[in-house]
């Protein structure tokens, strides 16, 4: 979800390798050992929560996790909790990240330090005070200073134990004063409007005959202004702490009056020191990114450039080859690339010449594809996009079996353990591998239209190329679609989204096995035991030795590399998309008292879209309410004054709307995404909604009292159907140009070898030998128009920053005091020349 500035569109993401934790310390008690999970959390909001490592002091989580940050945030923490079966689980400690601080840790691997957690330093949100310092004629007919406090409202207040019916406490502070004043109680927000006045007199009174109005700088200076913001719990241990604002008076300055918005800050002792690693430390690797993205017409020339890179001769000479040849991992320019050229329907040209390129420089058919080249990031790159649901319904019922099953399937000696028998474990082995191996070689038909055209060109290419082994046309696809997809996808499920943790060791062990397996049945190798180091592995083999696995492998490539097209059909089996607990408000029925909000398991499948009371009754028959996509006529989301609810979004249907709570901001995004896309097709969608609720007879947005009255607000639009391609071509034309910006270095080295090889040619010098430049001239002739490019677009960036920065007010809103980020922007606003991270 973008953040609009002006015309600029700003979007955040966050890629976090949740790696292991270690020396978290011993329970107090005759175990020593703890069940822990660790969590993600945008401030104190949990997006994401990894598997319990069961028994275990140095857990290891292994877990990716990925996600478009919706909202404005100042820390990204991470929690390690304990799990009690019996009570409310407890943390163990933190790391909080500040916002500004991301860019240190940037795709590196960093072991941080566990801090104590403690109620007081937990804090989140902002608000809003107006000061005012003015004179006050008493009864006596004497002149005072009075200050006047206003406390306007909050915004996003952490919601603590699933409530937060916010006041704030509001106090001067200086040498013997201690005046203390409260707000009246908000209940069930978490975006309190208080708008409350309070009174303080601030100097002695002053007669009024004297022409002395002003206050004394030394009594100022001593006073400062304390406002707390508590939320009022009916538990016996009192308020909860949620944060403090402290300001000091001097900022009213000359005019008295003083208006800003401020971060909440933690107490004073809300930083309880620990030394280091008492409390463990945890390993994570945290990539994150802003995108500032333009209007469209900014990226022409660039985008131009790049997707001409297929018609470009030699191709090596293209814009899009030269930034795999610029960037110092192959991987970093494959996804902005393969995601621009799937946008614009080219991608398929552009993998043709890629890869016709690298074949014939391909000395030995047996090493094809086999280094990680701009070829095969870009293919593997594709097949995770346009493949994913394809791979879905191929593999992860049987996935699913496996890991609820936890049959034995050890095979190595060794590692038999003495309760199981190494016959049965084969025999148990051997029938998820048939299984696997049958779904994967029977599905050629779901194969996705692009795949089969890439798979078509990589074919005619390979037997072009070297003629006389009539098995290359086979290895230059399994090399793909056996190695790099369905093998890695049954090695690691979790990473193709086919399971929502890492497997335990057991099931991870059984799947690495089948893993295995799978890629040399694909592989077509001649000597198949001969591809296995371990002996146990060569001798399982032998199930497999038949020629009908050989057969239904090369009828499999056949098919999804034939030139020939047909039709897709329908999948009848419903794909499940999504799933998960969320709260819905019941529709229509019931609609006063607590019973209106009900927990229950939701399932959205490519047919449609149902609630369960229970996980457990997702997986029999009867659903609480179905609603098939055809009857999704808008999903939108539901302002929070409806219900006082944060996360709530609507699924309009013909006759009524179903108001949904997700546990998170981010969550609520996802679902809101995943069921337009859906349902972006629909004959009969909405062009116009209601974004509040109908209650107590009348629309609480535009006041109509008729049910059935036209929406009053443009729904949301402009998302393709296409559920796996959901991509944004300006916003990965601003990633390209960023890495071009990035490796300009390279890109003036490279310029640097094209007039090298044009002068002299010869042997090639030593700094010049890394890159590929079949054309110096044509070559050159790229690079001068790219670097061109980049520096229009770096000079619209600098001069947006400039304009930004001229009209931003500190104490606003939107940049609030105490915003660390903001005066880190303006520390380095005339330093940095690009805006990604």
Not at 464 to 477: E, I, N
Not at 491 to 499: A, G, N
Request: hydrophobic fraction near 35%.
């Amino acid at each position: 979800m973008a953040v609009e500035e002006e015309g600029l569109r700003v979007f955040q993401s966050v890629k976090i390798k949740i790696g292991e934790a270690k020396n978290i310390p011993p329970y107090p008690g005759p175990n020593k050992m703890r069940d822990c999970y660790c969590t993600v959390n945008l401030d104190q909001e949990e997006v994401f929560r990894t598997k319990t490592i069961e028994k275990s002091l140095c857990p290891f989580y292994g877990e990716d996790f990925y996600c478009e940050i919706p909202r404005s945030f100042r820390h990204l923490s991470f929690y390690i909790f304990d799990r009690d079966v019996f009570r409310r689980d407890s943390s163990i400690g933190k790391v909080a990240v500040k916002k500004e601080d991301l860019q240190k840790y940037h795709g590196k691997d960093h072991w941080f330090p566990l801090q104590s957690v403690c109620a007081d330093s937990e804090v989140q949100g902002k608000v809003h005070l107006e000061l005012r310092l003015s004179e006050v004629i008493t009864d006596s007919g004497v002149v005072c200073h009075k200050l006047a406090t206003r406390v306007l409202e909050c915004q996003d207040l952490p919601i603590v134990n699933g409530q937060c019916d916010p006041y704030a406490a509001v106090s001067l502070l200086g040498p013997s004063r201690s005046e203390a004043k409260k707000t009246k109680v908000k209940r069930k927000t978490n975006n309190p409007q208080f708008d409350e006045v309070f009174f303080f007199e601030v100097t002695k009174p002053l007669s009024y005959t004297k022409r002395q109005f002003d206050v004394e700088e030394d009594d100022v200076d001593k006073l400062a202004l304390k406002v707390d913001l508590w939320n009022a719990s009916n538990l016996k241990f009192g308020d909860e702490f949620l944060g403090e604002v402290r300001v000091q008076l001097k900022v009213l300055g000359q005019s008295g009056v003083h208006d800003a918005w401020y971060f909440l800050q933690p107490r004073d002792n809300g930083h309880k020191s620990v030394k280091a690693d008492e409390l463990g430390s945890l390993r994570l690797n945290i990539v994150y990114t802003e995108d500032h993205v333009f209007p469209t017409e900014h990226y022409n020339p660039l985008r131009d450039l790049l997707l001409h890179s297929a018609h470009v001769e030699p191709v090596s000479a293209s814009a899009a080859h030269i930034l795999g040849e610029a960037c110092r991992e192959k991987q970093e320019a494959a996804v902005p690339l393969v995601r621009l050229f799937l946008h614009y329907g080219k991608i398929v040209p552009f993998l043709s010449a890629i890869a016709h390129a690298e074949i014939n420089r391909t000395q030995d058919p047996n090493t094809i594809f086999r280094g990680n080249s701009l070829t095969s990031k870009c293919i593997d790159e594709t097949m995770k996009l346009a493949g994913m649901h394809y791979l879905r319904v191929t593999l992860k019922p049987i996935i699913d079996e496996i890991c609820g099953d936890h049959k034995p399937c050890e095979i190595d000696p060794v590692k038999l353990k003495e309760s199981e028998n190494l016959d049965t474990n084969r025999e148990n082995l051997r029938q998820y591998v048939d299984r696997i191996f049958n779904a994967i070689t029977s599905s050629g038909v779901s194969c996705p239209t692009v795949m089969c055209d890439i798979f078509f060109s990589l074919r005619e290419s390979a037997a072009s190329r070297f003629q006389v082994d009539p098995d290359v046309r086979y290895t230059a696809v399994s090399s793909f679609i056996f190695l790099r997809f369905f093998a890695p996808a049954i090695l690691s499920p979790s990473l193709f989204h086919l399971r929502p943790h890492h497997p335990d060791p057991c099931t991870s062990r059984t799947l690495t096995l089948i893993s295995k397996t799978i890629q040399t049945l694909g592989s077509l190798a001649k000597s198949k035991s001969a591809n296995f180091k371990e002996s146990y592995m060569a001798a399982f083999y032998d199930y497999f030795n038949e020629q009908k696995y050989a057969d239904a492998v090369k009828n499999f490539l056949d098919l999804i590399s034939s030139s020939a097209r047909w039709d897709q059909k329908s999948i009848e089996t419903p794909i499940m998309l999504k799933e998960g607990f969320m709260i819905k408000r019941a529709q229509g029925r019931n609609r006063f008292g607590l019973k209106n909000f009900k927990k229950r398991w939701f399932r959205l499948t490519n047919h449609e879209f149902t609630y369960h009371k229970t996980k457990g009754n997702a997986k029999g028959e009867g659903a609480l309410c179905s609603i098939p996509i055809e009857n999704i006529l808008a999903v939108e989301r539901l302002e929070e004054e409806s219900f006082k609810m944060k996360n709530m979004f609507q699924v309009i249907q013909p006759e009524r709307a179903l108001y949904i709570q997700a546990n998170n901001c981010v969550e609520a995004r996802d679902w809101i995404d995943i069921l337009t896309k859906v349902s972006q097709c629909n004959r009969k969608r909405l062009s116009t909604y209601h974004p509040s609720a109908y209650l107590n007879g009348h629309w609480l947005c535009c006041k109509l009292s008729a049910d059935a009255a036209p929406g009053c607000t443009p729904c949301t639009g402009g998302l393709p159907a296409n559920i796996q391609l959901d991509v944004d071509g300006d916003r990965e034309t601003e990633r390209i140009y960023s890495l071009y910006s990035t490796y300009m270095s390279k890109l003036v080295k490279m310029q640097e070898a094209c007039g090298s090889k044009s002068v002299y040619d010869g042997p090639e010098q030593e700094e010049y030998s890394t890159f590929v430049i079949d054309d110096p001239q044509e070559t050159y002739k790229t690079l001068r128009l790219v670097i061109s490019a980049v520096q229009t677009l770096e000079q619209q960036h600098m001069q947006y920053k400039r304009d930004k920065f001229r009209k931003t007010k500190y104490g606003s809103q939107e940049h609030p005091i105490g915003d660390q980020s903001f005066q880190c922007y303006i520390r380095q606003q005339s330093e940095s020349s690009t805006y990604s991270i």
